[in-house]
């Protein structure tokens, strides 16, 4: 059984830093991606950042590059996003999500691509 479990959210002031981790379980990273999104209230979800399991290539959405650093380690299957320079419109459900079946150097980026996804985590920022 796929299992996404995500785990760091919570409160911050704006300018702060926020690591959230997924844990997944049930396969292996070699041919997925894996994915952050986030939603706010009223609002599409959005993709944020996204890795191949595989080789590593990665995805920001436009507004977190340079703040948001998504990574992996596959001994562990787990996959990190850390947030730093925290702004109130990160405020949101953050949620990990995994495609299947994914090629090198593939990054879907579109939630509709992805196949498995967890509960999600509150992220809070305060001005």
């Known amino acids: 059984e796929v299992q996404l479990v995500e785990s760091g959210g919570g409160l911050v002031q704006a300018g702060g830093s926020l690591r959230l981790s997924c844990a997944a379980s049930?396969?292996?990273?070699?041919?997925?991606?894996i994915g952050w999104f986030r939603q706010a209230p009223g609002k599409e979800r959005e993709g944020v950042a996204c890795i191949n399991g595989g080789d590593g290539t990665t995805y920001y959405e436009d507004s977190v590059k340079g703040r948001f650093t998504i990574s992996k380690d596959n001994a562990k299957n787990t996959v990190s996003l850390q947030m730093n320079s925290l702004k109130p419109e990160d405020t949101a459900v953050y949620y990990c999500?995994?495609?299947?079946?994914?090629?090198?150097?593939?990054?879907?980026?579109?939630?509709?691509?992805?196949?498995?996804w967890g509960q999600g985590t509150q992220v809070t920022v305060s001005s």
């Open positions: 999500a995994a495609a299947y079946g994914v090629s090198w150097h593939e990054v879907p980026v579109r939630d509709y691509e992805y196949d498995y």
């Open positions: 049930g396969f292996t990273f070699g041919d997925h991606a």
